[in-house]
């Protein structure tokens, strides 16, 4: 269903992209993410899984390099289009959405780095990836440490007592890894390229740590199952294992001196496509209930003529309108000036996920015992939207950490901002 944008001044590129992003959520991230949500976490990575298709579908219309720069072969979109691509993504299916960002990862870090050989081995063949041969994924949590490697802001994140499950060291003209990453990596068992982070200096904790990029044929790399889980089912996710994993020099994108500064810029990066496919999922939600209401005859006439129908339904609006506003407010803001103000995309990441909850569980309200049911689109969305909760950093962890933020910035200088 097309939504009235109150930015009146969308240029016709804008309307174009937004119209066959909608169409491609609608005629394809819609029946796979439904197909996927009913598979076992095994058969939706199996040979014959509509999995493979779809990605196929996705890389040949160029929905894998969304947030690659242009100069690299990326999409090349405006601030204000990544918003609005990314929300009709988000609202096709949230799960799909995510694996379609997190397969560039390693490349759109690999693009900072200035290494040609990088470039040309890695970056340009993903960008040029018409098939959905070639497959990012961000490797940061581990098992032992969830949180603690995204608390930045925090005293213990530079402490020497923070022991990494994942460690980094030189030998010669190579580093060499040994470690695991958690189930929770977003496309891991389906990996063709790692964005690893590892601990190369303990003495400084996670501050002490290096991003890699890691080819996953190489010896000494293994992948665990699929992992089941309650939300965003059509998510791939799984452990990843490293045994005396041998890598080139060169392949260190990040290092402990650069690693707190560019995990921030890449958590706040992440946290406004969070808040943008967010908008599109709790505009789902509404839809259903909309359009359920107006056939729902209780009472002796349709549901939503009455009036505590009504006014539910314009909170769900209003929680929408107010998702879109944050999330293309944060996005037109960090992803146009550098360093980011990482405080302004957690603003849009906790407020939208919240309100996607919210509007979810209204709708399952509305819908009564049919919103119950897995004949309605309702029940896949709230558990998509309670799993948004804890994603690229839990809420609360977020809020603690813009927390520290607001506390040491605010008021931030407008010239430092580009302004
Ligand atoms: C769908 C999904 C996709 C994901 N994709 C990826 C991915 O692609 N790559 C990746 O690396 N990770 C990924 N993650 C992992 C995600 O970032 C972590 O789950 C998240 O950071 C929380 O870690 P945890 O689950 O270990 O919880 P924990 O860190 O164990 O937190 C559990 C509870 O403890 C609280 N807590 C934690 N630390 C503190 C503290 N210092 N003080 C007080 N309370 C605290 C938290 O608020 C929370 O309530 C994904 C997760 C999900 C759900």
Same mark, same amino acid.
């Given at each position: 269903m097309k939504y009235f944008d109150i930015n009146l001044d969308l240029s016709e590129d804008d309307i174009a992209l937004r119209d066959a992003a909608r169409q491609f959520a609608e005629q394809e991230m819609r029946p796979t993410a439904k197909l996927l949500d009913q598979m076992t976490a095994e058969e939706g990575v199996a040979e014959n899984s509509p999995l493979w298709p779809f990605l196929k579908k996705a890389y040949a219309l160029g929905? /894998?390099?969304?947030?690659?720069p242009e100069s690299f072969g990326g999409f090349g979109l405006t601030p204000l289009q990544v918003n609005i691509v990314t929300e009709e993504l988000g609202w096709g299916s949230f799960g799909l959405s995510v694996l379609l960002a997190v397969v560039s990862f390693p490349f759109y870090l690999a693009c900072t780095s200035n290494n040609d050989e990088l470039i040309e081995k890695f970056v340009k063949p993903f960008c040029n990836c018409?098939?959905?041969?070639i497959r990012g994924c961000w490797a940061g949590t581990e098992p032992a440490h969830g949180s603690d490697i995204l608390a930045i802001g925090e005293e213990f994140f530079s402490s020497p007592q923070m022991k990494g499950d994942m460690r980094a060291r030189l030998d010669g003209e190579e580093w060499v890894l040994n470690g695991q990453k958690s189930a929770w990596v977003s496309g891991g068992t389906i990996s063709t390229h790692a964005l690893v982070y590892a601990q190369i200096d303990p003495s400084k904790g996670f501050a002490g740590s290096g991003a890699f990029i890691v080819p996953m044929d190489l010896p000494g790399v293994s992948k665990g199952k699929a992992l089941e889980k309650m939300?965003?089912?059509?998510l791939n996710q799984g452990e990843l294992y490293f045994d005396d994993v041998r890598l080139p020099k060169s392949y260190m994108l990040v290092s402990p001196d650069f690693h707190p500064p560019v995990l921030e810029a890449t958590l706040a990066m992440a946290n406004l496509c969070m808040a943008s496919w967010s908008t599109g999922l709790s505009r789902a939600a509404f839809e259903e209930a909309l359009n359920y209401t107006k056939e729902r005859v209780q009472g002796g006439k349709p549901?939503?003529?009455h009036y505590t129908t009504k006014q539910r339904i314009f909170e769900m609006f209003a929680r929408v309108e107010t998702q879109r506003a944050i999330a293309r407010a944060g996005v037109n803001l960090n992803f146009s000036i550098?360093?980011? /103000?990482p405080e302004y995309s957690f603003v849009a990441k906790t407020r939208s996920t919240e309100m996607a909850f919210q509007n979810t569980h209204d709708a399952i309200q509305l819908l009564g015992g049919n919103g119950l049911t897995k004949e309605y689109a309702v029940e896949k969305l709230f558990r998509d939207a309670r799993t948004s909760l804890i994603e690229d950093g839990q809420n609360e962890v977020l809020a603690r950490h813009g927390g520290d933020l607001v506390t040491k910035t605010y008021p931030r200088s407008q010239i430092d901002s580009g302004a």
């Amino acid at each position: 269903m097309k939504y009235f944008d109150i930015n009146l001044d969308l240029s016709e590129d804008d309307i174009a992209l937004r119209d066959a992003a909608r169409q491609f959520a609608e005629q394809e991230m819609r029946p796979t993410a439904k197909l996927l949500d009913q598979m076992t976490a095994e058969e939706g990575v199996a040979e014959n899984s509509p999995l493979w298709p779809f990605l196929k579908k996705a890389y040949a219309l160029g929905y /894998h390099k969304i947030l690659m720069p242009e100069s690299f072969g990326g999409f090349g979109l405006t601030p204000l289009q990544v918003n609005i691509v990314t929300e009709e993504l988000g609202w096709g299916s949230f799960g799909l959405s995510v694996l379609l960002a997190v397969v560039s990862f390693p490349f759109y870090l690999a693009c900072t780095s200035n290494n040609d050989e990088l470039i040309e081995k890695f970056v340009k063949p993903f960008c040029n990836c018409t098939d959905g041969s070639i497959r990012g994924c961000w490797a940061g949590t581990e098992p032992a440490h969830g949180s603690d490697i995204l608390a930045i802001g925090e005293e213990f994140f530079s402490s020497p007592q923070m022991k990494g499950d994942m460690r980094a060291r030189l030998d010669g003209e190579e580093w060499v890894l040994n470690g695991q990453k958690s189930a929770w990596v977003s496309g891991g068992t389906i990996s063709t390229h790692a964005l690893v982070y590892a601990q190369i200096d303990p003495s400084k904790g996670f501050a002490g740590s290096g991003a890699f990029i890691v080819p996953m044929d190489l010896p000494g790399v293994s992948k665990g199952k699929a992992l089941e889980k309650m939300g965003q089912r059509d998510l791939n996710q799984g452990e990843l294992y490293f045994d005396d994993v041998r890598l080139p020099k060169s392949y260190m994108l990040v290092s402990p001196d650069f690693h707190p500064p560019v995990l921030e810029a890449t958590l706040a990066m992440a946290n406004l496509c969070m808040a943008s496919w967010s908008t599109g999922l709790s505009r789902a939600a509404f839809e259903e209930a909309l359009n359920y209401t107006k056939e729902r005859v209780q009472g002796g006439k349709p549901l939503i003529e009455h009036y505590t129908t009504k006014q539910r339904i314009f909170e769900m609006f209003a929680r929408v309108e107010t998702q879109r506003a944050i999330a293309r407010a944060g996005v037109n803001l960090n992803f146009s000036i550098s360093p980011p /103000h990482p405080e302004y995309s957690f603003v849009a990441k906790t407020r939208s996920t919240e309100m996607a909850f919210q509007n979810t569980h209204d709708a399952i309200q509305l819908l009564g015992g049919n919103g119950l049911t897995k004949e309605y689109a309702v029940e896949k969305l709230f558990r998509d939207a309670r799993t948004s909760l804890i994603e690229d950093g839990q809420n609360e962890v977020l809020a603690r950490h813009g927390g520290d933020l607001v506390t040491k910035t605010y008021p931030r200088s407008q010239i430092d901002s580009g302004a």
